[in-house]
Each structure stands twice: as C-alpha cells, then as structure tokens.
Nanobody, 122 residues
C-alpha cells in the first residue's frame, strides 16, 4: 500500500513537500513515480526515481522546480515542490510500476496511492 501526504494550500511561489509511505519489505525493489491530475484533465506524469535513487527524470513542466527523492530505510519517496504555480494545482499521486520498469508511461504503473490535493492560489 502507498499513502501520500503533505498536500495543502500554498501561495504562488511557495513550496510544499509531499511524502509517500509504502508498506511492505520490497519498497527498494521498485522505481517510484509521482503523477498528478488537475480537474477536467487526464492524469499526467510528474517525476520518477530509480530503485537506488541515483537517477531521476522529470516532466518538462516541473523540471528545475521539483525534486524527487527516496529513503529506502524509511520506505518513503518524496516530492519537493518549489516555485509553485497555479498550474501545479492538482491531486498528486505516488505510484509503483510493474516489475523493473522505470519511466513515464502511466500504463506501466501498477500500485497507486490515494492522492493528496495541492492547491496553488493567492
């Protein structure tokens, strides 16, 4: 199971850190990803990180502003979001993929958290 938290209301230019806690002993066996879904839009890729945490990959829309990281000892993946914009308003989901997949294809992600709301507004 994946449990996302840390969402909230923030002003434009502000920061938030999302967390996603995973249960089970196989967390370090999977890459992890963050996705988001804005009202009326399809769910989209935000960021992903390899099992070891050495490599990361971001959507162009968040590159340079968001940072994904993980702590395998705590079974937790994070998304640090800086310089937030109203366009970042969405429900954010963490997810784990099938097998050894690492990438941005939403169809390759099998396990999903419940989502946490991020609202960027003045």
């Amino acid at each position: 199971q994946l449990q996302a938290s840390g969402g909230g209301l923030v002003q434009p230019g502000g920061s938030l850190r999302l967390s996603c806690a995973a249960s089970g002993r196989t967390f370090s066996s999977y890459a992890m990803g963050w996705f988001r879904q804005a009202p009326g839009k399809e769910r989209e890729f935000v960021a992903t990180i390899t099992r070891s945490g050495i490599s990361t990959y971001y959507a162009d829309s968040v590159k340079g502003r968001f940072t994904i990281s993980r702590d395998n000892a705590k079974n937790t993946v994070y998304l640090q979001m800086n310089s937030l914009k109203p366009a970042d308003t969405a429900v954010y989901y963490c997810a784990a993929p099938y097998g050894n997949y690492w990438g941005d294809d939403i169809l390759k992600y099998r396990y999903w958290g419940q989502g946490t709301q991020v609202t960027v507004s003045s």
